[in-house]
């Protein structure tokens, strides 16, 4: 038995062994440089149906570290608190290769890192980004309420709260309900104030002297924004990659279906569209601030018919992989023209192509009343999913089950261990 369990344990090393020898051959072969990635597997999928290997920042448990679409992996750290460790991981990964990494980036402090090291990430990555000043301006939202008031964009009604350690509430400049958001949103410090939710509702004077001194507490600055009535569904997007020279090398548009929770809810599932009035406002948002790169735009559309403005963000994000499937694929258009390559056909974007969140979107499906029979028919024929393919199963399986899964083992191990200490300290004779 052992024998045999030494045989396994032998032909597993050689397997593995030999991956690593592969991936290192590819490496230093000197032929399609690596797409280093700051973000998660709904980034990682559409470069690897373009053929594209990668590189993620991820710890070695990370399902995205699972994916078969992966050669590499750059040791995890924190955007926000570790900048300075992140910046050297990605700087020492950088050497070990023969072709500079082309960088990818998906998160708004992905997005701020890589714009505030652009010089030192520069000296050994491709990538593509707004000018430093235009990003801050697009993530601080008070910021952008200049920026959009100064190019005529149609933003809602807005006004910035300063979190002072006044104790009263100030006036507000525009009626009640307003809508509340923080001016850079960062988990640690909204999540303790409005969950999983983007924005609060305040919906009354009374509501926002009780909200007050939670703001004042922690520090956080916002915005208040007029509110535009009906939920999320509501909100539409424009998605376009802009190259050097101002061309439009590929776009598409898209509505969110539902999110969690229901009212400035993270995304739950989405489907790509094809409307062309949220189309032209995009493009004119684009042609205002004169961007580059890769955008995405969100609107909100009123119940007039109107769209209004509410953020532009400069970085790569999950409707990539739906608009992917979709036939416009922006990362490999990215990936192509920074890596010198043909850029790969490109039409018009095939509208529903869906995508969805799982593990979230049923809990979002059950708060809007739909059954768990008639969520399961709409899952079946969602074309995307967020970690789940049937064509890269090792994330969810390994990344996502195996390792809830193994931190419980050892969680019950370590609660056992424990249990028996006590019991023997119960049993030890005392002295009589």
Partial sequence: MSAFGGKVVDKMKVRTAARARGRAGRRKAGGRPLACVL??????????????RCAPLARPDSPKAHSRFVDARVAWAD???????????????????????????????????????????????????????????????????????????PIPATAVLRATGEPRAPDLPSDYPVVIKPLTRRDAVWRPLAGLAKALVVESPSAMAELWPRLVAAEQDV??????????????????????????????????????????????????????????????????????????????????????????????????????????????????????????PTGRARAGVRWSHPSRDLAAARLTGMSTFRWLAWQARCETRHMVAADDPMPFLRGFLWGRANRRLRRYISASALLKRVRRVKTWPTDS
């Fill in 39 to 52: 973000g998660d597997t709904d980034l990682i999928r559409p470069l690897g149906l373009a053929g594209i």
């Fill in 79 to 153: 955007n926000w608190d570790q900048t300075d460790r992140m910046l050297q991981n990605l700087l020492d990964f950088a050497a070990t290769v023969t072709e500079p990494p082309i960088l990818f980036f998906q998160n708004d402090g992905d997005l701020l890192f890589v714009s505030r090291h652009r010089s030192a990430l520069a000296a050994r990555f491709r990538f593509t980004i707004v000018d430093r000043e235009l990003v801050e301006a697009l993530v601080d939202k008070s910021r952008f309420v200049e920026l959009a008031h100064r190019h005529a964009l």
């Fill in 223 to 344: 915005v208040v924004q007029e509110l535009i009535e009906d939920g999320e569904e509501r909100v539409e997007s424009y998605h376009a990659y802009v190259d050097d020279e101002g061309a439009f090398a590929g776009d598409f548009t898209g509505r969110k279906i539902r999110t969690l929770p229901t009212r400035f809810g993270q995304t739950t599932a989405l489907e790509i569209t094809d409307t062309s009035d949220v189309r032209e406002l995009g493009r004119r948002c684009i042609d205002a601030l004169a961007l580059r790169g890769v955008v995405k735009i969100d609107f909100k559309r009123a119940p007039s018919g109107r769209l209004f403005l509410l953020e532009v963000n400069p970085r790569f994000n999950l409707w990539h992989l739906p608009g992917a499937v979709a036939g416009v694929n922006l990362p490999a258009l990215v990936y192509a023209d920074l890596a010198g390559a043909p850029r790969p």
